[in-house]
């Protein structure tokens, strides 16, 4: 199992960025897909960003150009770099890790975007 951690999130002005960062525990890190979800109240959690064990990232269409996903190997850590925030980017913001043998979460982080 992959014990997960968020940071970075917060309030910021429409236009801003921000920065996320999850911290994983465990030697298997550098073996899991990662990735980033949000969820906003009464939707559906959505995927915002993936990124393989060997570097291959996706976007959907929604955050393609203003949200970059990169990972540590090293320092067992995943980041999400958000620009240009839009005030629907709102939402609980949680790191995934995932692998044919688990499938773990963390336990959110608020990112809130004014207008």
């Known amino acids: 199992q992959v014990q997960l951690v968020e940071s970075g999130g917060g309030l910021v002005q429409a236009g801003g960025s921000l920065r996320l960062s999850c911290a994983a525990s465990?030697?298997?890190?550098?073996?899991?897909?990662m990735a980033w979800y949000r969820q906003s109240p009464g939707k559906q959690r959505e995927l915002v960003a993936g990124?393989?064990?060997?570097?291959?990232?996706n976007y959907p269409d929604s955050v393609k150009g203003r949200f970059t996903i990169s990972r540590d190997n090293t320092q067992n850590t995943v980041n999400l770099q958000m620009n240009s925030l839009k005030p629907e980017d709102t939402a609980v913001y949680y790191c995934?890790?995932?692998?044919?043998?688990?499938?773990?979460w963390g336990q959110g982080t608020q990112v809130t975007v004014s207008s």
């Open positions: 995934n890790a995932r692998s044919p043998y688990y499938d773990c």
């Open positions: 465990g030697s298997i890190f550098r073996f899991s897909t």
């Open positions: 990124i393989s064990s060997g570097g291959v990232t």
